[in-house]
């Protein structure tokens, strides 16, 4: 289902063992970020947050397709992985090396998406206080850094002043007020999520789109099938 690297064709044994060699040299002497950028160059897909990974030190030469080299390469890293519409490898996005990974969370969540244009919307259930509890569709969103809701849901929703802060927040049309507080959890796909960071903004700013970012995301291996229309999150530790 991925891309396949570039068969090489009329090249002498010893002259593709030298070439393998180097280049396997070239990997191990960068290290894990060097790797992945080197592996995302000849894929063509996207690569943001290697400078995460600076400090850990390369992998060995795995063999197999290309989907197998990235999974050894991604194997104990948090990130997202997002497929094309033919089912290769879109975008990686490196959130944090082994270390810092949250408590794994098994099985895995495959959640049917809706189609709005280019973004896919899930439908989850927001728990409030005092047991309220709100259905909403929110946009998949791995450029947000948390859970963002309309700030006409804080009272809906029984967000004490208390219990949020005032912030500013950059976003894609620049720096905005929002009010940022821990939600008792979400629900997705029958998996119930304690404890996850929402930022509420003004309506106006929002519109109709509020958002499924990353204080949710980053604790799931995630997969977005866009051609299928599904997401999937999964336990943090590859097979």
């Not at 991604?74 to 997202?80: I, K, P």
Request: glycine content about 12%; proline content about 4%.
């Amino acid at each position: 289902m991925y891309t396949s690297l570039p068969l090489l064709r009329q090249v002498g044994f010893s002259l593709l063992f030298c070439v393998l060699h180097l280049a396997h040299g070239g990997a191990m002497a960068g290290g894990l970020s060097m790797q992945l950028e080197q592996m995302a160059e000849e894929e063509g897909f996207t690569l943001s947050g290697q400078e995460k990974l600076l400090d850990m030190p390369a992998v060995g030469l795995v063999q197999g397709d290309s989907a197998a080299r990235l999974r050894s390469l991604l194997y104990g890293v948090n990130h997202v992985l997002i497929e094309n519409p033919a089912g290769g490898t879109e975008r990686v996005v490196i959130l944090s090396h082994g270390k810092d990974l949250p408590p794994p969370l098994l099985d895995r969540i495959v959640v049917d998406t809706r189609r709005k244009g280019n973004h896919h919307l899930v439908s989850v259930l927001l728990s409030g206080e005092d047991g309220r509890e709100l259905q909403a569709e929110l946009m998949v969103d791995t450029g947000a850094s948390f859970v963002v809701l309309p700030e006409s849901m804080i009272q809906l929703l029984g967000i004490e002043e208390g219990v949020r802060e005032e912030r500013k927040l950059q976003t894609a049309k620049g720096e905005v007020r929002a009010w940022v507080g821990v939600l008792p959890a979400l629900t997705i796909g029958g998996r119930r999520i304690e404890e996850v960071t929402v930022a509420f903004i003004a309506d106006s700013l929002l519109g109709d789109n509020p958002l499924l970012g990353m204080s949710v995301l980053r604790r799931f291996q995630m997969t977005l099938d866009d051609a299928g229309n599904r997401l999937i999150l999964g336990d943090q530790d590859l097979e």
